[in-house]
C-alpha cells in the first residue's frame, strides 16, 4: 500500500489495486485541492487509471468549483469509476446533487457501506 498524505487528504493505492482518497474531517475542498489529488494519483497509479473510493471525515465538504471539476475529464484521467462512500446525511445529499446535476463523465455510484462500494469499483479493475 502506497500514500501520499496532503494538506486537506490523504491519498492511497490499496493493495486492491484500488486509488482511496479521504477528505479529512473538518476541511473545506477547493479546486487547488482537487488538482493535488489528482497529482497525487497519477503518482501513485503510475499514470493508469484506477477505480476510485472517495469518503470523507465528519464535516469535510467541496464547494461548487470541485464538484464541476471533480466531474469533468480533465479530472478523471487516472479514473475507471467513482464509488463515494458517505457517513452522513449531508454527505449523501451533496453525493446525490453530485451525480444528479454535475454527471461525472466516469461511472459513479454513491454508498452507505464502504465494503459494498469497494466489491463495485473491483469490477473496474483492470487485470
Known amino acids: 500500500m502506497r500514500k501520499i498524505q496532503l494538506k486537506k487528504s ?18 473545506e475542498i477547493e ?10 494519483m497519477g503518482k501513485l497509479g503510475g499514470g493508469k487509471k484506477f477505480p476510485v ?3 470523507a ?24 469509476a467513482d464509488a463515494i462512500a458517505y457517513c452522513s446525511l449531508a454527505q449523501k ?4 446533487f453530485y451525480v444528479k446535476h454535475n ?5 459513479t ?3 452507505s457501506d464502504k465494503a459494498k462500494a469497494i466489491q463495485w469499483l473491483k469490477t473496474f479493475r483492470k487485470p
Open 10 to 27: 490523504l491519498v492511497t493505492l490499496t493493495d486492491e489495486r484500488i486509488i482511496h482518497i479521504h477528505l479529512k474531517a473538518n476541511s
Open 31 to 40: 479546486l487547488s485541492d482537487a488538482i493535488l489529488i489528482v497529482e497525487a
Open 53 to 55: 473510493l472517495i469518503d
Open 57 to 80: 471525515g465528519e464535516f469535510a465538504s467541496v464547494d461548487k468549483e470541485v464538484r464541476i471539476f471533480s466531474a469533468s475529464a480533465e479530472s478523471n484521467i487516472y479514473t475507471l
Open 93 to 96: 445529499l451533496i453525493a446525490d
Open 103 to 107: 454527471k461525472p463523465v466516469v461511472p
Open 109 to 111: 455510484q454513491i454508498f
